[in-house]
C-alpha cells in the first residue's frame, strides 16, 4: 500500500510549482497576510525553464518607450510574447505590470541593469520600438526563493501535486506525493485557493534525439501536470488545439534563440528573410525564428533547407557578448561544446531545427485577475492559454494571482476534504503502481505515448479525422495498460508514473480539440479541411471536462481591446 501522511497540509494558497510565476505568487500573496505553502516536485533553487537564468524581459517603462501604452500592445503583439492567440486585453495587463515586477526584481537581487542602465535588445520587428530588457538572470531562482522565504512562504520541495480537490464548485484541496525519501508518501491538502504553475507539455511529443528523451530546450520535468490538473478539476482550457512549435540548435536541443546574435541563412550564407540586412547586431538580432519558428522545418520539407544560424560576420567583442549573455539565459553548456569540440561560430555556421510542440502558451484561460474559470483556482506562466509574456507572463500574472488569492482567502473558509471519493480513487491507483512487483516501467508507456502523438496527433505534419479517431482510441488503451502494468521501484520512478498518465489526459485532449477544429489554421493542418474557416477568424476554441470524463468545446471571440 501507499504510505499516507496522517497530518493533512493546511494553508490559506497552495502554490503548485516553484517556477517563476509560483515564486511570485507565494511572495505577493505571503505579503499580503496569507498562510501560504510553495509544493515543488524538485527544488525551487533549480526548477522550470528558468532554472539555469534568463537574459530576457519583455516589458513597457514609459521613461524609455513613452506614455503611448496602446502602441507598446501592438508593436509587442508583433514579438514572441504576442501573436494571434493572446487576448489584447490581457497582453495590456502584462505590460502595465512589467515596470513594477522589473523594480520588485531589482530588490530582490537580481540584477536588472548588468550595464547599469536599461538595455533593450532582440526580439522585435525592424522598425519597432525594443521591449525586451536584457538582464542577468543567473542568480534569479535563489532571490526569488529567498524573497519568498523571507515573505513567510513555507516551501516544501521534492514534493509533487498530483490532484486539485474540488467541493461545492470551488478549490477544497489538493493531492500530493512526498517524493524526498525512497518510499513515496501520499500527502493530503487542504486549501482555500491554490495557482498551477507547472509550466510546458515538454515531454509529450519525440523531439530530435527521441532515444535521449530529456536532451529538450526546456526543463524535462515540466510536461503538463498543470493543464491535465486543471483540466481534470473541470477548469476551462484554452488554445491547445492549435500546436506551436520553438527552434534553437538542431540535436544539441537548447532555448533561448534569442540570445543568438546571427542570421538565418540558407547553406550558402544568404537570409532567408528580410528582417536582418548586412552585419547582425546585438540590438535587433533576427526575429525570424520568432514570427516563423517553423521556418528550419518547412525549408526542410520544400527542398531549400536545411537553415543555419549565421555568425561568421562577428567580432570578437560581439562573440564574447553572446557567451556571457548565455551564462545569463541559462545555455552556456553551448560554448562549452563548442570550445571542446574546436568549433568556432566566426568560422562555421550552426544548423538550427524546429523543435516539436510543447503546448507553450496554450492551456488555462485566466481573466486580468489570473484567476481560472474554477472559482479559487489561479494560473500562471506558460501553461496558461490566452496570453504570453513567457518570463515575463509568469511573474507578473503570479504576482497578480498572489494579490487576488490573498483577497479571495479572507471571504471563504476551509472545507473538508477527507471524505472526496477521488481521495480513494488516487490511494488505490498509487497503490497498484507501488505494490507491483513487476510490470512496465515508466519509460515504456511514456516513449509509447510520444510515438502515438506524433504518428496520430501530430504537431509538424497534416492532421485527419482518421487519425485522430484512431489516436484517441490509442490513448484510451494506454491509459488502461499504464493502470494496469505500470510499475515503480522507488519515489522517482513513481513520480515519473503518474507525469506519464497526467501526459496522456492531456493528450486526450490536444486530440479532442484538434478533431473538433474542423479548419486549417496555423500549424493546425488538415487534410480534410483544408480551407481555413473565415468565421473562426479571432475566435479561441475553449475545452473542459465534466466529471465523468465528457469534453465540452465551444469558440469565444478573442478580447481585441
Known amino acids: 500500500m501507499i504510505k499516507v501522511k496522517n497530518e493533512i497540509v493546511q494553508c490559506d494558497f497552495l502554490v503548485v510549482g516553484g517556477g517563476m510565476g509560483g515564486l511570485e505568487a507565494a511572495i505577493a500573496a505571503a505579503g499580503a497576510g496569507a498562510n501560504v505553502v510553495i509544493a515543488e516536485k524538485h527544488n525551487t533553487l533549480r526548477s522550470g525553464c528558468g532554472a539555469n537564468g534568463n537574459d530576457h524581459f519583455v516589458c513597457y517603462i514609459p521613461e524609455r518607450h513613452g506614455d503611448d501604452i496602446e502602441l507598446a500592445v501592438r508593436e509587442v503583439g508583433n ?8 487576448d489584447v486585453d490581457m497582453t495590456r495587463v502584462l505590460l502595465r505590470h512589467t515596470k513594477e515586477v ?12 548588468p550595464t547599469g542602465k536599461y538595455v533593450f535588445e ?3 520587428l525592424p522598425g519597432q520600438q525594443l521591449y525586451h530588457l536584457k538582464f542577468d538572470g543567473k542568480k534569479q531562482k535563489s532571490c526569488l526563493t529567498k524573497a519568498a522565504k523571507d515573505a513567510g512562504a513555507h516551501i516544501m520541495n521534492h514534493l509533487l501535486i498530483n490532484e486539485i480537490l474540488v467541493k461545492d464548485g470551488r478549490v477544497a484541496g489538493a493531492i500530493g ?3 524526498s525519501e525512497e518510499e513515496p508518501e501520499m500527502v493530503l491538502f487542504q486549501c482555500k485557493a491554490a495557482i498551477l504553475c507547472a509550466g510546458l507539455a515538454m515531454r509529450l511529443y519525440p523531439q530530435q534525439n527521441p532515444t535521449y528523451m530529456f536532451n529538450i530546450p526546456g526543463c524535462p520535468a515540466d510536461v503538463g501536470s498543470g493543464h491535465a490538473m486543471a483540466l481534470r478539476a473541470g477548469a476551462k482550457l484554452v488554445n491547445i488545439d492549435i500546436p506551436n512549435v520553438h527552434a534553437g540548435p538542431k540535436y544539441f536541443m537548447r532555448g533561448g534563440k534569442g540570445t543568438w546574435i546571427g542570421i538565418s541563412s540558407t547553406i550558402d550564407g544568404k537570409p532567408v528573410t528580410p528582417y536582418v540586412v548586412g552585419k547582425p547586431s546585438r540590438a535587433t538580432g533576427d526575429v525570424t525564428a520568432d514570427v516563423w519558428p517553423s521556418v528550419y522545418f518547412d525549408k526542410m520539407m520544400d527542398g531549400s533547407g536545411p537553415v543555419f544560424m549565421n555568425c561568421t560576420d562577428l567580432d570578437n567583442e560581439d562573440v564574447e557578448y553572446m557567451r556571457w549573455a548565455f551564462e545569463s539565459e541559462g545555455i552556456s553548456s553551448i560554448f562549452d561544446y563548442f570550445d571542446q569540440r574546436g568549433i568556432d561560430i566566426r568560422k562555421d555556421m550552426i544548423e538550427f531545427g524546429a523543435y516539436n510542440s510543447d503546448l507553450n502558451n496554450t492551456g488555462v484561460e485566466i481573466n486580468e485577475r489570473a484567476e481560472s474559470s474554477l472559482r479559487g483556482l489561479y494560473a500562471a506562466g506558460n501553461q496558461v492559454g490566452n496570453v504570453r509574456g513567457n518570463l515575463a507572463g509568469a511573474a507578473v500574472f503570479g504576482m497578480i494571482a498572489g494579490r487576488s488569492a490573498a483577497e479571495y482567502v479572507k471571504t471563504v473558509e476551509h472545507q473538508e476534504v477527507s471524505d472526496l471519493p477521488v481521495i480513494a480513487e488516487k490511494e488505490k491507483l498509487f497503490s497498484a503502481i507501488w505494490d507491483r512487483e513487476e510490470g512496465a516501467h515508466w519509460k515504456e508507456p511514456a516513449s509509447t505515448l510520444q510515438q502515438i502523438m506524433n504518428d496520430y496527433i501530430p504537431a509538424m505534419t497534416p492532421r485527419t479525422e482518421n487519425l485522430f479517431r484512431v489516436g484517441i482510441k490509442y490513448l484510451n488503451d494506454l491509459k488502461k495498460l499504464c493502470h494496469e502494468e505500470m510499475v515503480a521501484e522507488n519515489s522517482h520512478e513513481f513520480m515519473r508514473c503518474l507525469e506519464v498518465l497526467d501526459q496522456i489526459d492531456i493528450g ?5 480539440t484538434g478533431r473538433h477544429r474542423k479548419e486549417s489554421r496555423g500549424r493546425h493542418q488538415r487534410l480534410d479541411y483544408k480551407f481555413t474557416d473565415l468565421t473562426l477568424n479571432n475566435k479561441f476554441m475553449r475545452v473542459h471536462k465534466d466529471a465523468d470524463g465528457t469534453f465540452h468545446m465551444e469558440y469565444r471571440p478573442r478580447r481585441m481591446k
Do not use: Q
Request: proline share 3%; charged share 25%.
Open 79 to 86: 514579438t514572441l510574447d504576442g501573436g494571434p492567440w493572446v
Open 102 to 113: 522589473v523594480e520588485r526584481w531589482e530588490s530582490y537581487g537580481i540584477n536588472m541593469r
Open 122 to 124: 532582440g526580439h522585435s
Open 177 to 179: 506525493v512526498d517524493v
Open 508 to 512: 486526450e485532449a490536444v486530440a479532442v
